[in-house]
């Protein structure tokens, strides 16, 4: 007999999201600060630019990118 795969969300924004059952897309606040924020253990996450940030009257691309390294 087989179980049923239990869902799997593929793009959430909810950062309480339990380990294995999803993927975060973190915001910005996270991107940009990430020493501010501890992920779970298990968890699963993406981070990038989404392209209507880049709309902003702020918005630096280095910031971005050295948050990233």
Same mark, same amino acid.
């Given at each position: 007999?087989?179980? &049923?795969? %239990? %869902?799997?969300? *593929?793009?959430?924004?909810?950062?309480?999201?339990? =380990?294995?059952?999803? #993927? !975060? /897309?973190? =915001?910005?606040? #996270? !991107?940009?600060? %990430?020493? @501010?924020?501890? &992920?779970? !253990?298990?968890?699963?996450?993406?981070?990038? #630019?989404? %392209?209507?940030?880049? @709309?902003?009257?702020? *918005?630096?691309?280095?910031?971005?990118?050295? /948050? *990233? /390294?």
């Amino acid at each position: 007999m087989q179980h &049923p795969t %239990p %869902p799997f969300d *593929f793009h959430t924004h909810r950062l309480d999201t339990p =380990p294995g059952t999803g #993927i !975060v /897309s973190l =915001p910005r606040r #996270i !991107v940009l600060h %990430p020493e @501010a924020w501890h &992920p779970q !253990v298990g968890g699963l996450y993406a981070a990038g #630019i989404h %392209p209507w940030w880049t @709309a902003d009257a702020d *918005f630096q691309l280095d910031r971005y990118l050295s /948050s *990233f /390294s």
